[in-house]
């Protein structure tokens, strides 16, 4: 039975779920986003949420330093290290928590697996900028609505060529 064990197993044992985890884990720090399936997306965000707040600067250079070396020791990969902490480190120093986002793409035609992107929240232009409304005023209402009806564009000929022929005879 499993009573009390919250840790997906993804299926896999103990090392060959760690090494999944940190090689998905460093895709998601080099390329921002990544598309997988769901659990194994649920899963990452356990694991890489808590190594994402080891990156915010800490009080002395002995412990920065450790956090690299806490860091260094999930991921293996040092160009990964280095952008955690130089890009990616600064850009969450602010924010209190939820370093990821997770949005469900629907399934995978093969084996019927639910499919979904996990993304750094930070890194993400769509939703990081606030939408501000246009509001209407008068002259907007006033400009005429413009038709998106193809067949009038013979109409719009004959209208300019009967305009052309009044704007001559008021300069005469």
């Known amino acids: 039975m499993r009573h009390g064990n919250k840790v997906n197993n993804l299926g896999r044992k103990k090392a060959h779920r760690e090494a999944l985890l940190s090689n998905l884990a460093i895709a998601l720090v080099t390329h921002k986003r990544i598309v997988t399936t769901l659990a194994k997306a649920k899963a990452l965000r356990s ?9 915010k600067k800490g009080d002395s250079k002995e412990s920065i330093s450790h956090q690299h070396r806490i860091v260094f020791s999930h991921f293996q990969d040092k160009a990964a290290v280095k952008e955690l902490f130089t890009v990616v480190g600064p850009k969450i120093a602010t924010r209190p928590g939820g370093y990821t986002r997770i949005i469900k793409l629907g399934i995978r035609p093969g084996d019927n697996a639910e499919k979904a992107m996990i993304e750094l929240v930070d890194f993400n232009e769509v939703y990081g900028k606030h939408i501000v409304p246009v509001v209407a005023t008068e002259e907007v209402a006033a400009e005429p609505v413009k038709k998106t009806r193809r067949a ?5 000929a004959a209208d300019e060529a009967a305009t052309s022929e009044e704007t001559p005879s008021t300069e005469a």
Do not use: A, D, H, V
């Open 47 to 55: 694991y890489i949420e808590p190594l994402l707040t080891k990156t």
């Open 152 to 156: 009038g564009t013979k109409k719009k």
